[in-house]
C-alpha cells in the first residue's frame, strides 16, 4: 500500500510542477518574447525609413537574437535538469503561489531547497547573463548599427522565445482532449 501512495504522490508533484511551468514559465515567455519581438521589429522598420539600414544592421540584430535564444536555451537547460530531479521544488512553487494571505507566510517556509553541485554559481551566472545580453545590446547600438530599441529588445526577445521552444519539447501544448 505503502509504494501505490508514493507513487501517486510522486505523480501528483510531477503534475504540479508541470502545471508551474506551463503558467508562471511559458506563459510569460511567450507573452514577453512576442512583445519584445514586435519592438525589435517595429524599430528596425523605423530605422529602414529614417536611418541607414545595412548589412551589419542584419548581422548584429542577428547576432543579438542568437545570443538571447542561447542564453534563454541554457537557463531552459538548467530548469529542465530541476525538473527531472527535482520536481517537488517547482510543485511547492506551485503549492506557494496558489496559496494566499497568511498561508503563504506559513507554507513559504515550507518550500523545497536545492542541493546539488554547482548550486553556488547560479547567481553568478545568471548575473553574467543578463550582463552579456545588456553589454551586446549596449555595444551594437554605440557602434550605430542599431537604433536602442532594436538592441536592447532582440536579445530578450531571443531569450524569451528560446525558453519557450525548448521547454515545448518537454512539456507539450494542452489539448483540449483528454
Known amino acids: ?6 507513487a501517486q504522490r510522486k505523480e501528483n508533484e510531477a503534475q504540479l510542477a508541470e502545471t508551474y ?3 508562471y514559465i511559458l506563459f510569460p515567455s511567450g507573452l514577453l518574447g512576442l512583445l519584445a519581438m514586435i519592438i525589435g521589429i517595429l524599430a528596425l522598420v523605423y530605422q529602414l525609413f529614417v536611418e541607414t539600414y545595412d ?3 542584419f548581422l548584429k540584430s542577428s547576432g543579438l537574437m542568437l545570443a538571447g535564444i542561447l542564453l534563454g536555451w541554457g537557463q531552459t537547460r538548467y530548469h529542465r535538469y530541476l525538473f527531472r530531479a527535482f520536481p517537488e521544488f517547482w510543485a511547492s512553487r506551485m503549492r506557494s503561489s496558489s496559496s494566499r494571505g497568511t498561508q503563504r507566510l506559513k507554507k513559504a517556509s515550507v518550500e523545497v531547497e536545492l542541493r546539488h553541485a554547482g548550486r553556488s554559481l547560479v547567481p553568478l551566472v545568471y ?6 545580453l545588456i553589454g551586446l545590446s549596449a555595444w551594437s547600438f554605440s557602434s550605430g548599427s542599431l537604433d536602442y530599441m532594436a538592441a536592447f529588445a532582440l536579445p530578450w526577445a531571443g531569450f524569451f522565445w528560446g525558453k519557450l521552444f525548448t521547454w515545448r519539447s518537454v512539456i507539450p501544448p494542452l489539448t483540449g482532449k483528454k
Open 55 to 57: 548589412e551589419w544592421t
Open 127 to 132: 548575473v553574467l547573463g543578463i550582463g552579456c
Open 1 to 6: 500500500m505503502g509504494k501505490i501512495i508514493t
Open 21 to 23: 511551468i506551463r503558467t
